[in-house]
């Protein structure tokens, strides 16, 4: 089995991440000092709702017209993201591209290091809580933050998007009422060999793990049923080549993939799917929330609070990722992405605190564990 990238709790990540070592952030803070930044947000938060985008437009043009965006959006993503933005408002996206845990690690080493280069960051929600509890990232109040439901904000930052996990099957070679119904049928004996685990889906372990037993299973019944998944599975690393397996045939079922991937690879013509020909599925989804944040020592705040503004309006940027089959954190016309899916709660706080231990206990599962293609 492959090692996973994920095997730092995040005490230990922060403490890579930080040029002078967690020894030199008192209190688990980044000092914010004073500038040009504050007046930024500060006279744009001072103006009725209805008047803050103008103003944050104008300010954002003498800043240079520039957004430097950090984002683990896939390439796919977030290009069509910054077009439109740029369409929208003529300012220039510069973004960089990496995993979330780079993202959280290249921002705090430029804030230790007093060399802020991100005006906004997009990623997901372990890494938005991290840099939230440094201290790092300023309030949004504006107008488009009450489009967004209770579920999708958080202290600092708002989600910007969903992940969906639901199984995945390829049709041709899972035929209608053979495909699951609960996530207790991965574990059934016609499933053996039949499906691929993602090597770090521990946040997908943790969830079903805890919603099995809020529902009455005890530890012994949940760990009896995740032994005969490990044993009916095969791993591989990566949810877009575990959907490129399922497409080719390779793989006849994924124990868990993002429904938009599923989507996306479906409206392309592959014989894959997430749902069952009901159009209902009765395994209970989590949702995991991406979200934004505009830093508090933005190069160009203006630009920072334009984007995350855009980003979480219903016709501006969650309407682009509407289109690219991504689930939006705010009720979209036209928005399908939960078309019958029965969603349970998705344990943000929980794993915001977690110590690592969900990705060991995860690692421990899939040890020994055969990958897929080999």
Known sequence: MRPRTRLLPLSALLCTALLAGCGGVPGGQITVSAGDFRSAYEQISALPKDQQRAKALELAKKEGGTLSLYTSMTADIVEPVAQAFEKKYGIKVVSFRGNSETVLQRTLQELQARKPGADAVETN???????????????????????????????HWTASRFNVFLPAWNTRLIKPGHE???????????????????????????????????????????????????????????????????????TPMEAMNYTYITGRAAEQGAPVAYLPKSGKSTIPAFARPNGVGMLGQAPHPASAWLFYDWLLAPDGGQRVIVDQHLTPSTKVPGDHSLDGITLAPFDVAGLSKDDGSWDRKYDALLRGVPQSGK
């Open 125 to 155: 929600f372990l890494e938005m809580t991290v840099l939230a509890g440094k201290g790092v990232l300023a309030d949004y109040a504006g107008p488009s933050l009450a489009r967004v439901g209770k579920t999708g904000r958080f202290k």
């Open 180 to 250: 699951p119904r609960s996530w207790e049928d991965l574990a059934k004996p016609e499933y053996k060999g039949k499906f691929t685990l993602e090597l770090s889906d521990s946040d997908w372990f943790a969830n079903v793990t805890g919603y099995w037993l809020d529902h009455g299973k005890s530890q012994a019944e949940v760990d009896s049923l995740w032994k005969r998944i490990a044993a009916n599975g095969h791993t591989t690393k990566g949810h877009t080549t575990m959907m490129q397996f399922l497409t080719a045939g390779q």
